[in-house]
């Protein structure tokens, strides 16, 4: 029989405690705790997601059956269900968002030179939404439709090693676009969308950054063509263009010259148009990078 430490203890030793602590401090996480610590419940928590706990209740009857062990994983205070409701409505939830930055920043460190499949020294991100029913009897807050709950869960992925560097729940009727405004985008690198964020006014804020941005264009998307590239039709490029907006509001907010790049799927049948303002790396990247997102 195994009486040296538990799997789950030595995992909880790769956490930054001094990080950790300064979160708590900063938000007066322990102020008026007698017991049950923000490390307690931050350990409860971690373990409910490792071993895929479903409830409080499936929590509390999990660690319990362990009662012995709890100290050993570093779990000082008493495990109830009320307790834990209570640290999970009361507590500041910006004390675990902000050690979640830290833990994000140590992980990118890690795959910084991973290769994504791409040979690229730009940070590529990959930014998409996913919307996430729910029960509207049970989450009266979260109404999509009359009879439907839901929230929107915005994401921006870094794809080296497909780290969360971004993450914003919103109401289910938010449009994905809106997240944008929240976006501070990181010098050089490169955001791949699809076309739920095209929109040339936010578009343009990140080409003023600088960075850089792939999105699919819509097929009303009104342009001229400037100059055309020549290509191999072999790959499945069909078209490589440097292209300035026509339409009057498109051409207000953004004024400069975009590149086009139109690409056909062969496995999906399907063409696939990108606007980029990238003009130095090759189409088939660009059309590449689209992929990999």
Not at 105 to 110: E, G, P, Q, S, T
Not at 257 to 275: G, P, V, W
Request: charge should be positive; proline fraction near 2%; hydrophobic fraction near 40%.
């Amino acid at each position: 029989m195994n009486s040296g430490r538990t799997v789950f203890s030595q995992l909880m030793d790769f956490l930054p405690k001094y990080d950790f602590t300064r979160c708590v401090d900063r938000y007066r996480g322990n102020h008026r705790v007698r017991s049950f610590s923000c490390l307690d419940q931050y350990r409860c928590m971690a373990f409910a997601q490792l071993t895929y706990r479903e409830s409080l209740r499936d929590i509390e009857c999990c660690l319990r059956a362990m009662r012995e062990k709890l100290y050993h994983m570093g779990i000082r205070g008493k495990i109830s269900r009320s307790t834990l409701a209570d640290a999970n409505e009361k507590r500041d939830w910006r004390i675990y968002c902000d050690f979640a930055q830290v833990l994000i920043h140590i992980a990118r460190k890690l795959y910084a030179d991973d290769d994504f499949g791409l040979e690229l020294e730009e940070t590529v991100y990959a930014l998409d939404a996913s919307t996430i029913d729910l029960c509207l009897s049970l989450f009266p807050w979260a109404r999509f439709r009359k009879t439907k709950g839901a929230i929107k869960l915005h994401t921006l992925l870094d794809l080296r090693g497909n780290i969360p560097a971004f993450i914003a729940i919103t109401d289910g009727k938010v449009h994905d676009v809106n997240i944008l405004d929240e976006l501070i985008p990181e010098l050089g690198a490169i955001y791949v969308m699809d076309r739920g964020y095209l929109d040339f006014a936010r578009l343009y804020a990140i080409n003023q950054a600088p960075a850089f941005f792939v999105v699919r264009s819509k097929r009303n998307t009104k342009f001229r063509r400037i100059y055309s590239r020549l290509i191999d039709k072999s790959t499945g490029l069909r078209c490589d263009q440097t292209v300035a907006f026509t339409g009057f509001y498109s051409k207000k907010d953004y004024p400069e010259k975009l590149r086009r790049i139109k690409f056909f799927d062969s496995e999906k049948k399907k063409t696939l148009n990108f606007l980029t303002n990238n003009f130095t790396l090759p189409a088939l990247t660009i059309a590449e990078l689209y992929r990999y997102r």
